[in-house]
């Protein structure tokens, strides 16, 4: 689908906005104690005075009522500027299972965080239960009128800057691993949940979370009791949507940094862009991500037109590629920089380094090309 005028003016303002604030390593790293942070309060809060977060969010709960398409625009442009807010895309899915199962005051409290620039989180995984969350064993257990949890969450993104965590719990356990399962709202802050960073290859983004008779009244139910997995298995277009977009913005920053850097460096007396084996590099890249765009705004658009839940096929494929164009434009980049691409004043090192983990999360692209198969077969 073609971009309409207005939104083809909004991802140019969004670029202009980001080159602005945080388009040099030094910004960057004002942003963020020197790269350390994967978010920035900051900068949230800039987003969030122009309105631009949750802008795909409806407007009676405090969104910016616009469509899909408009978050993917908002979500590319923003990965591509580098941006550092990359727990808000946690916040957005979030934002999107509350609003298909919530309850009315919940949506009006994680849609009102999000715009306002605070976040959210989700934890499924654990220790024992990955790809399969039908293993999950954390345990929720009603006691008058609360719940009581106990047990540990892991691989939790954003969960140390979150105002609640979306936390899928094991109620029952007398049926099938597919039943039984509650999700439940927990504020960050609760007495009794801790949580420990996993320290990885970036700044601090995900974490450990333990529950030691964590309480919650029976009203932070999100949907029916004992009923999660039906709701987590429909629906999930758009959370794996949101992290094929970021993956084009990401994909298309690494082919900016590169084209300008083989434009400039110069071996054997020419710019080595001139050379055939750099330039048809180049070319790959550039058409992988434009059929790539394509896809994922054409899905997009379908989602506004209504089709979610039948776009199953299309967003796993979408998170799919656009994960993996991500990661192989960035390695791409990096090896036809040479040694400068492994320098952080240069970018790249650090792009490789955003780009290897999107085809793990959210669903691994393995899991993925499951999905897809079983569509087909």
Not at 95 to 109: D, F, I, N, P, R
Not at 124 to 143: C, H, K, M, Q, T
Not at 164 to 174: F, G
Not at 256 to 281: K, N
């Amino acid at each position: 689908m073609q971009l309409t005028k207005a939104q083809k003016q909004f991802a140019e303002t969004i670029r202009e906005f980001c080159g602005r604030q945080c388009g040099t390593l030094a910004q960057r790293d004002a942003l963020t104690e020197g790269g350390t942070l994967a978010n920035s309060p900051q900068l949230l809060k800039k987003l969030a005075d122009l309105g631009w977060l949750g802008v795909s969010l409806p407007a009676e709960y405090g969104g910016g009522g616009a469509g899909f398409v408009d978050e993917c625009v908002f979500l590319e442009e923003t990965s591509r500027g580098l941006a550092p807010i990359t727990a808000y895309s946690t916040g957005l899915t979030a934002a999107q299972t509350y609003l298909k199962w919530g309850s009315e005051e919940q949506k009006h409290t994680v849609i009102g965080n999000m715009t306002a620039g605070k976040l959210e989180a989700i934890a499924l995984s654990e220790p024992g239960a990955g790809s399969d969350l039908g293993g999950v064993r954390l345990n929720a257990v009603r006691d008058g009128g609360q719940y009581v949890i106990n047990g540990q969450k892991t691989w939790t993104s954003a969960a140390h800057v979150a105002e609640h965590l979306l936390v899928l719990t094991r109620e029952d356990t007398t049926g099938g691993k597919h039943q039984g399962l509650t999700l439940l709202m927990v504020p960050a802050d609760s007495p009794g949940l801790e949580i420990r960073a996993i320290e990885t290859m970036e700044p601090h983004t995900v974490n450990d979370v333990f529950f030691t008779d964590v309480l919650v009244p029976l009203s932070a139910v999100v949907g029916q009791p004992r009923n999660a997995w039906k709701q987590l298995m429909r629906g999930l277009s758009v959370e794996r949507l949101i992290i094929a977009a970021m993956g084009l913005g990401a994909a298309q920053r690494s082919l900016d940094d590169v084209i300008a850097y083989v434009g400039q460096r110069e071996q054997f007396g020419r710019r080595i862009g001139s050379f055939q084996a750099v330039r048809h590099r180049i070319a790959d890249l550039a058409t992988d991500i434009e059929f790539a765009r394509s896809f994922v705004y054409d899905v997009a658009g379908r989602v506004d037109a209504g089709q979610e839940d039948a776009l199953a096929r299309e967003s796993a494929m979408a998170k799919m590629r656009c994960t993996e164009i991500a990661k192989n434009t960035a390695l791409e980049a990096m090896q036809m920089m040479g040694g400068y691409g492994y320098a952080r004043e240069y970018g790249m090192e650090g792009q490789v380094r955003k780009a290897l983990a999107p085809p793990i999360y959210g669903g691994t692209n393995e899991i993925q090309r499951e999905i897809i198969a079983k569509s087909l077969l």
